[in-house]
């Protein structure tokens, strides 16, 4: 870019604005900027509760639910899963934040979603409001399409979605427990972070 040539930026949970490039010197470049008055948060009312998957799922995951407007994204280990998983330089380090970052840069937005963790999916669901409508991905042991159970009146979704292994029994009596529905997206079996996908697409319509 050349001096008086502008851009798009946004703060972090804040508002979006226009940057101007007034000169490049070998410090770095000298920018001026432009706010907007205010910064709506525009993340969907859709809660995220993820059997935490191998890294580099999880780091398609992250991005992909960012992008698509996401407001919480809960790992939990599960009982199919790979402890080790936790230990990933993805956690240890701020590479996970990073992939949240570029997936709100993709939708040109600026607010993250909050990402937590919890040891197993008994602490997840204690620490999980208990107002949303809760809804589970399963293509074994559910009865009903997910987009046929998606009602005018809900107002906020906490969706679980089983690691890459699927559920445990134990899990299934968890989720059921809850209060949540076993639900399927059609016959054919689809990766983690495909489901998460096909998930969002179908619940965000109605923010669309």
């Given amino acids: 870019m050349r001096p008086g040539q502008r851009f798009d930026v946004a703060a972090v949970n804040g508002p979006h604005g226009k940057a101007t490039l007034l000169e490049d010197v070998p410090e770095g470049l000298i920018l001026a900027f432009e706010w907007e008055s205010s910064a709506r948060n525009d993340l969907h009312p859709i ?3 993820i059997g935490l998957p191998r890294p580099q799922t999880a780091r398609k995951i992250l991005e992909q639910a960012a992008t698509m407007g996401v407001s919480f994204i809960h790992f939990f280990g599960a009982e199919k899963g790979e402890p080790s998983y936790a230990d990933s330089k993805l956690w240890k380090t701020d590479e996970w934040m990073r992939h949240l970052r570029r997936g709100v840069e993709q939708a040109f937005c ?3 979603p909050e990402v937590h963790h919890s040891r197993n999916l008994g602490a997840a669901l204690a620490d999980l409001p208990p107002e ?3 809804l589970a991905l399963d293509p074994y042991e559910s009865h009903a399409p997910l987009a046929k159970a998606v009602q005018k009146e809900d107002k906020e979704y906490l969706v679980a ?6 559920w445990a029994s134990l899990e299934r009596d968890l989720l059921r427990e809850a209060g949540f529905e076993l639900l399927h997206m059609g016959k ?3 990766r983690q972070e495909t ?4 998930a969002l697409g179908i619940l965000s319509q109605r923010w669309w």
Avoid: D
């Fill in 47 to 49: 809660r995220l509760l």
């Fill in 110 to 112: 600026s607010f993250l």
């Fill in 132 to 134: 949303p409508r809760r």
């Fill in 161 to 166: 979605i089983g690691p890459e292994s699927g």
């Fill in 188 to 190: 054919r079996v689809l």
């Fill in 195 to 198: 489901a998460c996908v096909a």
